[in-house]
């Protein structure tokens, strides 16, 4: 325990020092994105009611995890790949869930700010008020948990172009076909069938309820949807990184 401890902190400590600058570059661009998605988006609709400020204030700090956890991270673990410091961190000798947990430890941390700030600016600009649920705290870390451990399976088990591809494929349909600013019967019925499985709709839904705290209570299902997302991407991730060490 204390040697995988020890592996833990240092792989940190070695990921904070690498990526200092690229990782302070991706809080600024995350924290844009969560006040962007606010302010911006409520400049397409001539009137905001009630719901809609919800949806949008809540679709934000979604949107900004996908995006940190679904699209920068594999990115930067393709571009570890290209330069090689991909193949020799699984040299290293350090238990590989050591690895990938910080990895994962490293964007959830990144994600923080920009969640926060988000919701400081959603409150102030629709005047909302929200009711927070003591599961807020989980489910804002389980949400940025099942992001960052689908992205960081798909980079690692993917080739660098493949990669790519993948995350803006993801970040494009999670932006604009996915119901997190938006309720989902506004979707085709197929579509719809389709967010029942794929984790976008339910990592919104549980950051929307936990931060409303409804009379009705909070739904289990789609907190128990994305615990098997992350539960497959994690045994996923690890099966790739010990297949190729």
Same mark, same amino acid.
């Given at each position: 325990?204390?040697?995988?401890?020890?592996?833990?902190?240092?792989?940190?400590?070695?990921?904070?020092?690498?990526?200092?600058?690229?990782?302070?570059?991706?809080?600024?661009?995350?924290?844009?994105?969560?006040?962007?998605?606010?302010?911006?988006?409520?400049?397409?609709?001539?009137?905001?009611? *009630?719901?809609?400020?919800?949806? %949008?204030?809540? +679709? &934000? $700090?979604? #949107?900004? /995890?996908?995006?940190?956890?679904? @699209?920068?991270?594999?990115?930067?673990?393709?571009?570890?790949?290209?330069?090689?410091?991909?193949?020799?961190?699984?040299?290293?000798?350090?238990?590989?869930?050591?690895?990938?947990? *910080?990895?994962?430890?490293?964007? %959830?941390?990144? +994600? &923080? $700010?920009? #969640?926060? /700030?988000?919701?400081?600016?959603? @409150?102030v600009?629709?005047?909302?008020?929200?009711?927070?649920?003591?599961?807020?705290?989980?489910?804002?870390?389980?949400?940025?948990?099942?992001?960052?451990?689908?992205?960081?399976?798909?980079?690692?088990?993917?080739?660098?172009?493949?990669?790519?591809?993948?995350?803006? /494929?993801?970040?494009?349909?999670?932006?604009?076909?996915?119901?997190?600013?938006?309720?989902?019967?506004?979707?085709?019925?197929w579509?719809?069938?389709?967010?029942?499985?794929?984790?976008?709709?339910?990592?919104?839904?549980?950051v929307?309820?936990?931060?409303?705290?409804?009379?009705?209570?909070?739904?289990?299902?789609?907190?128990?949807?994305?615990?098997?997302?992350?539960?497959?991407?994690?045994?996923?991730?690890?099966?790739?990184?010990?297949?190729?060490?």
């Open positions: 325990m204390r040697h995988w401890l020890r592996s833990y902190l240092l792989l940190l400590r070695w990921s904070a020092i690498r990526l200092r600058y690229l990782l302070s570059l991706v809080l600024v661009i995350q924290i844009f994105l969560s006040v962007g998605i606010v302010i911006g988006f409520a400049f397409l609709l001539p009137q905001i009611d *009630s719901a809609t400020a919800l949806y %949008l204030s809540t +679709g &934000a $700090p979604t #949107l900004g /995890l996908i995006t940190i956890g679904m @699209v920068m991270a594999p990115q930067l673990v393709a571009t570890a790949k290209s330069e090689g410091t991909f193949t020799y961190n699984q040299t290293l000798p350090v238990p590989r869930t050591a690895v990938l947990l *910080s990895d994962v430890t490293t964007w %959830l941390v990144v +994600g &923080a $700010p920009g #969640l926060i /700030l988000g919701l400081v600016v959603a @409150v600009r629709f005047d909302l008020t929200f009711r927070v649920s003591w599961l807020a705290v989980p489910a804002m870390v389980l949400v940025a948990l099942t992001a960052t451990t689908v992205g960081l399976a798909i980079a690692y088990a993917a080739t660098p172009p493949v990669t790519n591809m993948v995350t803006q /494929l993801i970040v494009f349909t999670a932006l604009m076909f996915s119901p997190i600013n938006f309720p989902a019967d506004r979707l085709p019925e579509l719809q069938a389709i967010h029942h499985v794929l984790p976008f709709q339910h990592m919104a839904q549980v929307r309820e936990s931060l409303t705290a409804a009379p009705e209570g909070i739904s289990a299902a789609p907190f128990a949807v994305l615990l098997v997302w992350c539960a497959i991407s994690l045994v996923g991730a690890l099966r790739v990184m010990t297949r190729r060490t």
